[in-house]
């Protein structure tokens, strides 16, 4: 019967991912459709591995008897899960240490660490609480309302915890790679994260000298790892899935349009991710 359990979970899993389309429409129904497709069939799976390892070996579940083959497949999913995570923190905090071996330097009234190289970089590097860190290229090639524009933009990143909410999502990303579409829809969250922290910079400078600053900063943006970092360029956009110029065109028309409200949290639609945890109701109907 757990073995059943499991097979209809990803047969749901599968054909939820499978329904995925390029999105239409505003930021906030792109964000909510995309991040619901990737997180739901993951946290579903998530679920149901939990629920069988609770359940155990032993006993009946309607009327069925239950075995070992699902609970190993079980202890297998969450034990593969748990190496990933911890990889990635791992990977995370290498990070963390490369940047902080940089020097600080201030810009204005924000501290910086200073990256020795003369590509044009900035971007947030951390967890809950990210430094920002830019590039010697970028400090010494940009005017100073361009410079104000990039930093503006990272610190949406800071307000919104990017670097944090994305280390986690990264993780699912990791652990469902053989789903369909886990790569388009990653690319699609960073485009609406990238565009997110756009309208936060946009409220505070010149939309026109952001957008100038992005030009610049994609161009000559370094390959810089994703886990922990949420920088200006994006660089890592693949091309495969959009291509860099196609983002690219997508930040530079929104900037260049009429500033949205950005609308309210609301909590209905979280409401939707209660029925990943529906697995776990099935441990009653177990003895």
């Known amino acids: 019967m757990h073995l059943m359990m499991i097979v209809i979970v990803l047969a749901v899993a599968w054909w939820l991912r499978s329904s995925w389309n390029q999105p239409q429409g505003s930021w906030s129904l792109r964000w909510r459709r995309s991040l619901f497709l990737f997180l739901f069939p993951p946290l579903l799976i998530f679920m149901t591995a939990i629920a069988v390892l609770c359940m155990g070996?032993?006993?009946?579940?309607?009327?069925?008897?239950?075995?070992?083959?699902?609970?190993?497949?079980?202890?297998?999913?969450l034990v593969f899960f748990a190496i990933l995570c911890i990889k990635l923190a791992f990977q995370g905090l290498q990070s963390v240490k490369s940047a902080r071996n940089c020097s600080l330097v201030n810009l204005g009234d924000r501290?910086?660490?200073?990256?020795?190289?003369?590509?044009?970089?900035?971007?947030?590097?951390?967890?809950?609480?990210?430094?920002?860190?830019?590039?010697?290229?970028?400090?010494?090639?940009?005017s100073p309302n361009h410079l104000e524009s990039v930093l503006a933009h990272e610190q949406g990143h800071y307000y919104y915890r990017d670097t944090f909410w994305f280390f986690w999502l990264g993780w699912v990303r990791s652990c469902t790679t053989w789903l369909p579409n886990t790569e388009p829809l990653w690319q699609e969250l960073l485009v609406l994260r990238e565009l997110r922290a756009d309208s936060y910079a946009a409220l505070q400078v010149d939309p026109?000298?952001?957008?100038?600053?992005?030009?610049?900063?994609?161009?000559?943006?370094?390959?810089?790892?994703?886990?922990?970092?949420?920088?200006?360029?994006?660089?890592?956009?693949?091309?495969?899935?959009?291509?860099?110029?196609?983002?690219?065109?997508?930040?530079?028309?929104a900037l260049l349009a009429a500033p949205a409200p950005e609308p309210e949290a609301q909590l209905q639609s979280w409401h939707g991710f209660l029925l990943a945890f529906l697995p776990l109701v099935t441990v009653i109907f177990h003895t």
Not at 65 to 71: A, D, E, I, L, P
């Open 208 to 253: 026109l000298v952001l957008a100038e600053s992005l030009l610049l900063v994609v161009s000559n943006s370094p390959v810089v790892s994703e886990i922990c970092c949420a920088a200006l360029g994006s660089p890592n956009v693949s091309d495969a899935y959009g291509g860099r110029c196609l983002r690219l065109e997508q930040r530079i028309e």
């Open 111 to 142: 501290q910086a660490r200073l990256l020795q190289t003369d590509a044009l970089f900035a971007g947030q590097i951390g967890f809950w609480q990210p430094e920002l860190v830019v590039s010697q290229g970028l400090v010494q090639t940009l």
């Open 57 to 77: 070996t032993q006993g009946k579940m309607g009327g069925m008897y239950t075995g070992w083959v699902s609970y190993v497949l079980a202890l297998l999913f």
